[in-house]
């Protein structure tokens, strides 16, 4: 029958040869598991942020362009002021490329695009984004980057 131990106040608990070590490695373990985690959340967080912002500035780009083209108030300008919009809502983003935003005026949802419009057509607004991970948090995922598209739809006064 082994001794009993009495322990003291103050004397340390004497431990198996090798448990210090063990408790360390576990320590780290979950270390790693719980960073991982926080990495994870605050990685879907912007994700998130991401596409509502792209959603949004596609609204505000669909809003600002919902007039039919006059002479005073040309296609171009109303491009514009779509772009301008777009890249006001998305500024904490960059700068959106003008390859991105997509404009499309047309008469009925069946239409083509760039027909004549008129008040009762409709502007379609995409926007296309790249959104890309930190590039550690994105190697754990197997991604560098996922595509978020915003869209929406207006009819010209």
């Known amino acids: 029958m082994p001794p009993a131990i009495q322990a003291t106040a103050g004397a340390p608990i004497p431990r198996a040869r090798g448990q210090r070590g063990q408790a360390m490695v576990e320590f780290a373990v979950a ?3 719980f960073v991982g985690m926080l990495l ?3 990685e879907g967080a912007r994700l998130v942020a991401t596409f509502f912002a792209v959603a949004n500035a ?3 780009g669909a809003r600002a362009g919902a007039f039919a083209p006059t002479t005073q108030l040309p296609t ?5 002021n779509v772009r301008a919009a777009v890249r006001e809502t998305t500024s904490f983003l960059g700068t959106i490329p003008d390859a991105s935003i997509t404009i499309c005026r047309r008469t009925s949802p069946t239409a083509a695009c760039g027909t004549p419009v008129r008040s009762g057509s ?3 607004v995409t926007i296309d984004y790249t959104f890309y991970f930190v590039p550690f948090a994105g190697g754990w995922l197997g991604l560098t980057s996922v595509p978020v598209t915003g869209y929406h739809r207006v009819q010209i006064d």
């Not at 171009?76 to 514009?80: I, S």
């Open 31 to 33: 270390l790693l598991f």
């Open 40 to 42: 994870a959340i605050f």
């Open 58 to 60: 596609a609204a505000d």
């Open 76 to 80: 171009a300008t109303l491009d514009g």
């Open 122 to 124: 409709i502007v379609d």
